[in-house]
């Protein structure tokens, strides 16, 4: 399929990421954020700007499945179908990666911002990341900020630019969400742990037991005050592998 044999090429021609390692974000944690943000939420947003792409945006874009299924269902377009032609041919090359990095920076700054505001007034149900980000797309904003930023004519095309804000909008929540991960692992490493730290077998089984054990006496406890519950508590030990 042409859709394969486009990416096949991409892979097989990319530039190599020590040659084009780059910032997610281009701004700060405080350019992202509003006033009166909490102190967790500046946490996130600080430990989210300083996140790194090691082998640039294209190499992620290709990694979500609805990449691949834009480039499926769009290459039969004329506009669109010549946008991701352009696209994996400019990405081959080192300048052409560089200035895309770029302009996907640009597009992820203001995303940011959306998404920000949007932790700020999260109690407002007038305020959405989704209805902000579908605003944006529709702007002039988007398209001025496209034909500056992206290299060749990709910023010419609206639907393809469209397209590209709203897997970039995918990445930032997938990053975001890294970015809270990476916060609460700090502040509670203790829900983090590693394997080597997990039960045993045997703490295991003596939990499994312990739980057994509480549920059959909570069911005996409530046989008075439930219909059926005398009914409930004979099954629950009848059916029970440790009542002998």
């Not at 090359?93 to 949007?118: H, M, P, V, Y």
């Not at 054990?213 to 059916?239: T, Y």
Request: net charge neutral; hydrophobic share 35%.
């Amino acid at each position: 399929m042409r859709k394969d044999s486009l990416i096949k090429g991409y892979e097989k021609n990319r530039v190599r990421e020590s040659t084009i390692q780059t910032d997610k974000f281009s701004m700060t944690a405080e350019e992202a954020s509003l006033p009166g943000s909490s102190n967790q939420e500046q946490e996130v947003l600080r430990i989210l700007t300083t996140l790194k792409l090691p082998n640039g945006y294209m190499a992620r874009l290709t990694e979500l499945a609805t990449f691949h299924q834009w480039v499926r269902l769009c290459l039969d377009n004329n506009d669109v179908g010549q946008w991701f032609d352009e696209l994996f041919r400019l990405t081959s090359t080192q300048e052409g990666s560089i200035q895309f990095n770029a302009g996907c920076r640009a597009i992820q700054d203001k995303l940011l911002q959306l998404a920000a505001r949007c932790m700020r007034n999260r109690t407002d149900n007038n305020t959405s990341f989704e209805a902000a980000a579908h605003n944006f797309y529709k702007s002039e904003e988007f398209d001025v900020m496209c034909g500056d930023n992206l290299p060749g004519n990709l910023g010419k095309s609206h639907p393809g630019c469209v397209l590209l804000g709203l897997m970039l909008a995918e990445l930032l929540v997938k990053w975001l969400a890294l970015a809270l991960r990476m916060f609460r692992q700090t502040i509670n490493p203790e829900l983090f742990r590693k394997k080597q730290n997990a039960l045993t077998s045997a703490e295991e089984n003596n939990e499994v037991n312990s739980f057994l054990g509480w549920s059959i006496f909570s069911d005996w406890c409530r046989k008075n005050s439930l219909n059926g519950g005398s009914s409930l508590c004979r099954a629950s030990v009848m059916h029970s592998p440790w009542i002998t």
